[in-house]
T-cell receptor, first 113, second 113 residues
Framework: KAGVTQTPRYLIKTRGQQVTLSCSPI?????VSWYQQTPGQGLQFLFE???????NKGNFPGRFSGRQFSNSRSEMNVSTLELGDSALYLC????????????FGPGTRLTVT | GENVGLHLPTLSVQEGDNSIINCAYS??????FIWYKQESGKGPQFIID?????DKRQGQRVTVLLNKTVKHLSLQIAATQPGDSAVYFC????????????FGAGTRLAVHP
């Protein structure tokens, strides 16, 4: 069974640009969550989607957005990139939207210059 | 890896010894707890979970203990191996949290041959 996949794995962008990251969950999983990981702040929750609906959102500015498609694949978008957005962006999938085992992908490493 | 430069507490053990990694959680309402292992350049890997109606749960070479009175979680690894070297995170969530995981800062485990 294939795990969670994320594309691209590495990305370099310039301040002010926008970026879209993609996540394909484990087959059959309908919940996708996104996390940002930085050395300073650790792992922080961005948002969670289940059946194309955002169920929960972390404390991030509106520049961070996401969506989920009918096949459960999810994308997150960051607009007007700032240097501080440089991070490892991780997505995790699970069967349900509540207290379920979550499995992480390898992440997308975003560098903003 | 993502944790390079982050001043994580480090637990150094000899190969074959037992390791105990501790975690204090913050939310009294949390009722589901997970331990993740993260190796350099990879996403967090699910190790073991425990729900609040349990005090102890065992897996292969790992045991998680939950003390709700003092909001403390521990991960015990038996017969630690060099392949166990990684950063370990505890995470908590709660019913109605829609899979929002709150992660601890992490502990680096270094296994010496």
């Amino acid at each position: 069974k294939a795990g969670v996949t994320q594309t691209p794995r590495y990305l370099i962008k310039t301040r002010g640009q926008q970026v879209t990251l993609s996540c394909s969950p484990i087959s059959g999983h309908r919940s996708v969550s996104w996390y940002q990981q930085t050395p300073g702040q650790g792992l922080q929750f961005l948002f969670e989607y289940f059946s194309e609906t955002q169920r929960n959102k972390g404390n991030f500015p509106g520049r961070f957005s996401g969506r989920q498609f009918s096949n459960s694949r999810s994308e997150m978008n960051v607009s007007t990139l700032e240097l501080g957005d440089s991070a490892l962006y991780l997505c995790a999938s699970s069967f349900t939207s509540g207290n379920d085992e979550q499995y992480f992908g390898p992440g997308t490493r975003l560098t903003v210059t | 890896g993502e944790n390079v430069g982050l001043h994580l507490p480090t637990l150094s053990v000899q190969e074959g010894d037992n390791s105990i990694i501790n975690c204090a959680y913050s939310n009294s309402a949390s009722d589901y707890f997970i331990w993740y292992k993260q190796e350099s350049g990879k996403g967090p890997q699910f190790i073991i979970d425990i729900r609040s109606n349990m005090d102890k749960r065992q897996g292969q070479r790992v045991t998680v203990l939950l003390n709700k009175t003092v909001k403390h979680l521990s991960l015990q690894i038996a017969a630690t191996q060099p392949g166990d070297s990684a950063v370990y995170f505890c995470a908590e969530t709660w019913s109605g949290g829609y899979n929002k995981l709150i992660f601890g800062a992490g502990t680096r485990l270094a296994v010496h041959p």
